[in-house]
């Protein structure tokens, strides 16, 4: 089983490095490192920060890169087994002499060894940044120890995620990865209240430790203060840190956060449908009759053909028609979607008569998310579907985003018209620019990250995190849909507006 | 109508695809024939401009549409080997879309005209997510007849179909070749056999022959022979000699041999078929010619 499991595993992987994310994602992460130690510092207990020693970098940088590749490396490391399923190599696979249980465990080693090369960038990047700027002996097992025994468990529990929301027909699309990222978010926050009986990130671990030692040192500290990443040069006192004394109970905590990626990856073995596409977990479906089993059309004499041919109507051009292919560009991202038609209604009448203020602080922000399904696709279809061939050799590649662009303002419109409408009649005016500004710059954002990737996941990543940071969190530039009123004062939506045209530019630029 | 393609070369990275192709084509069926890897998709895709030329030119009544490919979009019609559908899209709806984004106008009847054509008008409004692959292929076809286009390329458009479809698509492509250009790509010499005034035959990137399937049949004309060998000796017959077919009888195994001499002294000179000539000029090809001995 095992080298079955390996066979996939390096064949997965093989085609993770021939392609350009891995080495972006590696850039950032080492750009990360130096964000975190060169140009920031670690704060804690109010006001204390540690000196610069290997296991001070190591736990430093390990403490916030790990939260970030938690959340972040899922849309890295997901679509193995999508890739394999879009590609047609499902029919072998699904056919061979090998267990589901050694595929799946080839695709999560594959995603681990992913995750495992990017956390080897950002321990490298902290090593170089300690040479160049450290304090102390150089102490691998302080520097490193902490990547090892932190990080790898928790990436083990992303591509253990990844794989199971692989296997689990609704989650395969743009609601696993929500439904990840949120609870990724969730995991982080109350692993590090205490309020799981493990921490998936470990920073507890660091926080117990650091906070132990300024305690001993400064009797002023207070050890409830938390951990604060600021910027370099800031007004702190030092402290010594010995570094994290591993003990049984913080190794048994990091077992038990392998533990969860292993039963994350022993559901996935039982919802895993061997590709079979009347198998597996799915929501009731809703095809018609024609679409399963297959349809089938009668066959008649060839005799007709030339009779035929020759009774063709004409075929007269009179332009590029927006208003049919627009249509066509609707029915394709919302049919089959029973659930979305149920969501928005509920955003769309709620938004009608609930009051104002919750309407525009809550609604809004919550009915966004229902835009994420059809606006993460723009752009990606014509690759995805395979219709590039057929689309781009008799039509301007350029001029069929306008439909596409189109589909995508009418879905977000559809969703914010009612709150933007009683917003504009109160006079509000700011805040249903910002309304404007999000039904016009979203799909914009969608078509531009979607014509270079040919994929959603990074739409539908960055799109959260902007979520969760904006609109959630009142971070003011990322507050898409002004949310809240300081968001208009700073003239955001302004932004997004002018934002727009730039996007789309860069969408075109990216068809051409 | 004419199209004219003059040094035509496409590389990937170090190897090319495609080199040195000089072809012009007029109104009529070319058959491209060539094994597989020969360049017959990325020739088609160049055309079409789909993909561009790392060296050449192609031209549609006499207009460079690498400079101006707007042109030749407004005049083709493809039905690529490969290619997908809108599974959320019927029949009907698609080629609508398809149509209005190559600017058709008022396109209703003629989208209904081609499904008939090519036997879906039952299945017009299902949706492509529960076609067959022959289904939809024979979708492929409409879409590549919707603007009535002045070429027609069709890459491997019979692949998939049953015989009674197949015969039908010969009859259409047949039909359609009166007042246009239309270029087969296919690994079914039979298809081109049916249907081609010309053919093109490629190899290793490289145009080998443009010719008649008259003339193709000519240059194998007393080179192919039926043999007749016990089953234990076929494989001698089959190491030494090109066979074009085998056919077990109660007598033996009957081989069709291409080669210049009489492979066995038994063998029976027989009329050449256009498959067994595509298979000489191929192996010609790749025959190494003989060093020439300085005395």
């Given at each position: 089983m095992f080298r079955a499991a390996l066979a996939v595993a390096t064949a997965d992987l093989r085609r993770r490095t021939r392609s350009p994310a891995l080495i972006v994602a590696g850039l950032l992460t080492a750009y990360l490192g130096k964000l975190i130690v060169v140009d920031g510092q670690l704060v804690v207990a109010g006001g204390y920060t540690g000196v610069g020693t290997a296991a001070w970098y190591g736990a430093t940088v390990c403490g916030l890169g790990t939260t970030v590749l938690l959340v972040a490396g899922f849309p890295l490391v997901r679509g193995g087994v999508t890739h394999d399923r879009e590609t047609g190599v499902s029919v072998s696979l699904g056919t061979a002499p090998l267990s589901s249980g050694a595929y799946l465990l080839g695709k999560f080693l594959s995603a681990l060894a992913a995750l495992g090369v990017v956390t080897g960038v950002l321990a490298a990047a902290t090593t170089a940044a300690f040479l160049l700027n450290g304090t102390g002996p150089f102490d691998p097992v302080g520097l490193w120890g902490p990547f090892l025994l932190l990080t790898g468990p928790a990436v083990a529990i992303t591509a253990a995620a990844a794989v199971l929301t692989e296997t689990v027909g609704p989650l395969r699309g743009t609601l696993g990865t929500a439904v990840y990222i949120s609870g990724a978010f969730a995991l982080v926050a109350l692993g590090v209240q205490g309020?799981?009986?493990?921490?998936?990130?470990?920073l507890s671990v660091i926080q117990t430790s650091v906070s132990a030692d300024v305690a001993a040192q400064f009797e002023?500290?207070?050890?409830?203060?938390g951990f604060a990443y600021v910027p370099a040069g800031g007004e702190a006192t030092t402290f010594r840190w010995s570094g994290i004394g591993w003990t049984l109970a913080q190794l048994s905590d990091r077992l038990a956060t392998v533990g969860v990626a292993v039963g994350l990856l022993l559901g996935a073995t039982v919802s895993f449908d061997r590709f079979d596409p009347d198998a597996g977990v799915d929501f009731p479906s809703v095809a018609t009759a024609a679409e399963s089993p297959t349809a089938t059309a009668k066959s008649s004499d060839t005799t007709t053909v030339d009779e035929a041919v020759s009774r063709l109507s004409g075929a007269e051009t009179s332009g590029f028609g927006l208003v049919t292919a627009t249509a066509a560009e609707l029915r394709m991202a919302l049919r089959r979607r029973r659930l979305w038609y149920l969501a928005v209604g509920a955003v769309v009448v709620g938004s009608s008569v609930a009051p104002v203020g919750p309407t525009r602080s809550a609604l809004v922000p919550v009915g966004v998310l229902s835009t994420l399904p059809v606006l993460s696709v723009l752009g990606t279809r014509e690759r995805r579907e395979h219709t590039a061939t057929l689309l781009f050799t008799t039509a301007s590649p350029v001029r069929l985003l306008v439909p596409t662009y189109l589909s995508g303002v009418v879905v977000v419109g559809l969703v914010f018209a009612p709150a933007g409408g009683r917003l504009a009649l109160l006079g509000e005016t700011g805040a249903a620019l910002g309304l404007v500004g999000a039904t016009l710059a979203l799909p914009a954002a969608a078509l531009a990250v979607g014509v270079w990737t040919a994929r959603p996941r990074l739409f539908e990543t960055v799109f959260l995190l902007a979520w969760y940071l904006g609109p959630v969190n009142g971070v003011v530039p990322l507050d898409f849909v002004a949310a809240r009123p300081e968001t208009v004062a700073a003239g955001t939506p302004l932004a997004y507006v002018v934002a727009t045209p730039v996007l789309l530019a860069v969408a075109a630029l990216g068809r051409r | 109508m004419k199209l004219e393609l003059d040094g035509l070369g496409k590389r990937y990275g170090d190897t090319w695809?495609?080199?040195g192709v000089d072809l012009a084509l007029e109104p009529g069926v070319v058959g491209l024939l060539g094994p597989n890897g020969a360049g017959k998709s990325t020739l088609m895709q160049v055309v079409t401009t789909f993909t561009q030329p790392t060296e050449g030119t192609v031209r549609w009544n006499g207009t460079d549409v690498v400079a101006e490919p707007q042109v030749m979009r407004e005049s083709v019609g493809y039905l690529p080997q490969e290619f997908g559908v809108y599974p959320r899209l019927t029949a009907r709806e698609f080629l609508r879309y398809l149509a209005a984004v190559r600017g058709l106008s008022d396109p209703g009847d003629r989208i209904d005209e081609l499904l008939a054509i090519v036997n879906l008008e039952d299945a017009a409004?299902?949706?492509?997510?529960?076609?067959s692959g022959g289904m939809r292929r024979r979708v492929g076809i409409a879409q590549a007849l919707l603007t009535d286009p002045d070429l027609l390329i069709v890459d491997e458009p019979t692949v998939g179909l049953d015989p009674t479809e197949r015969a039908r698509f010969r009859s259409l492509l047949g039909a359609l070749a009166t007042d246009r250009i239309v270029v087969l790509s296919t690994h079914i010499v039979p298809d081109v056999e049916a249907t081609a005034s010309d053919i093109a035959l490629l190899d290793d990137g490289e145009l080998l022959v443009h010719t008649t399937p008259s003339d193709l049949l000519a240059s194998v004309d007393g080179r192919v022979w039926e043999v007749v060998v016990p089953e234990a000796e076929m494989t001698t017959v089959k190491r030494d000699h090109t066979v074009a077919s085998t056919t077990r009888r109660s007598d033996g195994v009957h081989l069709r041999v291409v080669a210049a001499d009489r492979p066995t002294p038994d063998a029976t000179a027989v009329e050449p078929t256009l498959e067994e000539a595509y298979l000489h000029a191929v192996e010609t090809d790749r025959t190494p010619a003989p060093t020439e001995v300085t005395r």
């Amino acid at each position: 089983m095992f080298r079955a499991a390996l066979a996939v595993a390096t064949a997965d992987l093989r085609r993770r490095t021939r392609s350009p994310a891995l080495i972006v994602a590696g850039l950032l992460t080492a750009y990360l490192g130096k964000l975190i130690v060169v140009d920031g510092q670690l704060v804690v207990a109010g006001g204390y920060t540690g000196v610069g020693t290997a296991a001070w970098y190591g736990a430093t940088v390990c403490g916030l890169g790990t939260t970030v590749l938690l959340v972040a490396g899922f849309p890295l490391v997901r679509g193995g087994v999508t890739h394999d399923r879009e590609t047609g190599v499902s029919v072998s696979l699904g056919t061979a002499p090998l267990s589901s249980g050694a595929y799946l465990l080839g695709k999560f080693l594959s995603a681990l060894a992913a995750l495992g090369v990017v956390t080897g960038v950002l321990a490298a990047a902290t090593t170089a940044a300690f040479l160049l700027n450290g304090t102390g002996p150089f102490d691998p097992v302080g520097l490193w120890g902490p990547f090892l025994l932190l990080t790898g468990p928790a990436v083990a529990i992303t591509a253990a995620a990844a794989v199971l929301t692989e296997t689990v027909g609704p989650l395969r699309g743009t609601l696993g990865t929500a439904v990840y990222i949120s609870g990724a978010f969730a995991l982080v926050a109350l692993g590090v209240q205490g309020s799981l009986p493990f921490d998936p990130t470990g920073l507890s671990v660091i926080q117990t430790s650091v906070s132990a030692d300024v305690a001993a040192q400064f009797e002023a500290a207070d050890p409830t203060g938390g951990f604060a990443y600021v910027p370099a040069g800031g007004e702190a006192t030092t402290f010594r840190w010995s570094g994290i004394g591993w003990t049984l109970a913080q190794l048994s905590d990091r077992l038990a956060t392998v533990g969860v990626a292993v039963g994350l990856l022993l559901g996935a073995t039982v919802s895993f449908d061997r590709f079979d596409p009347d198998a597996g977990v799915d929501f009731p479906s809703v095809a018609t009759a024609a679409e399963s089993p297959t349809a089938t059309a009668k066959s008649s004499d060839t005799t007709t053909v030339d009779e035929a041919v020759s009774r063709l109507s004409g075929a007269e051009t009179s332009g590029f028609g927006l208003v049919t292919a627009t249509a066509a560009e609707l029915r394709m991202a919302l049919r089959r979607r029973r659930l979305w038609y149920l969501a928005v209604g509920a955003v769309v009448v709620g938004s009608s008569v609930a009051p104002v203020g919750p309407t525009r602080s809550a609604l809004v922000p919550v009915g966004v998310l229902s835009t994420l399904p059809v606006l993460s696709v723009l752009g990606t279809r014509e690759r995805r579907e395979h219709t590039a061939t057929l689309l781009f050799t008799t039509a301007s590649p350029v001029r069929l985003l306008v439909p596409t662009y189109l589909s995508g303002v009418v879905v977000v419109g559809l969703v914010f018209a009612p709150a933007g409408g009683r917003l504009a009649l109160l006079g509000e005016t700011g805040a249903a620019l910002g309304l404007v500004g999000a039904t016009l710059a979203l799909p914009a954002a969608a078509l531009a990250v979607g014509v270079w990737t040919a994929r959603p996941r990074l739409f539908e990543t960055v799109f959260l995190l902007a979520w969760y940071l904006g609109p959630v969190n009142g971070v003011v530039p990322l507050d898409f849909v002004a949310a809240r009123p300081e968001t208009v004062a700073a003239g955001t939506p302004l932004a997004y507006v002018v934002a727009t045209p730039v996007l789309l530019a860069v969408a075109a630029l990216g068809r051409r | 109508m004419k199209l004219e393609l003059d040094g035509l070369g496409k590389r990937y990275g170090d190897t090319w695809a495609l080199r040195g192709v000089d072809l012009a084509l007029e109104p009529g069926v070319v058959g491209l024939l060539g094994p597989n890897g020969a360049g017959k998709s990325t020739l088609m895709q160049v055309v079409t401009t789909f993909t561009q030329p790392t060296e050449g030119t192609v031209r549609w009544n006499g207009t460079d549409v690498v400079a101006e490919p707007q042109v030749m979009r407004e005049s083709v019609g493809y039905l690529p080997q490969e290619f997908g559908v809108y599974p959320r899209l019927t029949a009907r709806e698609f080629l609508r879309y398809l149509a209005a984004v190559r600017g058709l106008s008022d396109p209703g009847d003629r989208i209904d005209e081609l499904l008939a054509i090519v036997n879906l008008e039952d299945a017009a409004g299902d949706r492509l997510g529960g076609f067959s692959g022959g289904m939809r292929r024979r979708v492929g076809i409409a879409q590549a007849l919707l603007t009535d286009p002045d070429l027609l390329i069709v890459d491997e458009p019979t692949v998939g179909l049953d015989p009674t479809e197949r015969a039908r698509f010969r009859s259409l492509l047949g039909a359609l070749a009166t007042d246009r250009i239309v270029v087969l790509s296919t690994h079914i010499v039979p298809d081109v056999e049916a249907t081609a005034s010309d053919i093109a035959l490629l190899d290793d990137g490289e145009l080998l022959v443009h010719t008649t399937p008259s003339d193709l049949l000519a240059s194998v004309d007393g080179r192919v022979w039926e043999v007749v060998v016990p089953e234990a000796e076929m494989t001698t017959v089959k190491r030494d000699h090109t066979v074009a077919s085998t056919t077990r009888r109660s007598d033996g195994v009957h081989l069709r041999v291409v080669a210049a001499d009489r492979p066995t002294p038994d063998a029976t000179a027989v009329e050449p078929t256009l498959e067994e000539a595509y298979l000489h000029a191929v192996e010609t090809d790749r025959t190494p010619a003989p060093t020439e001995v300085t005395r």
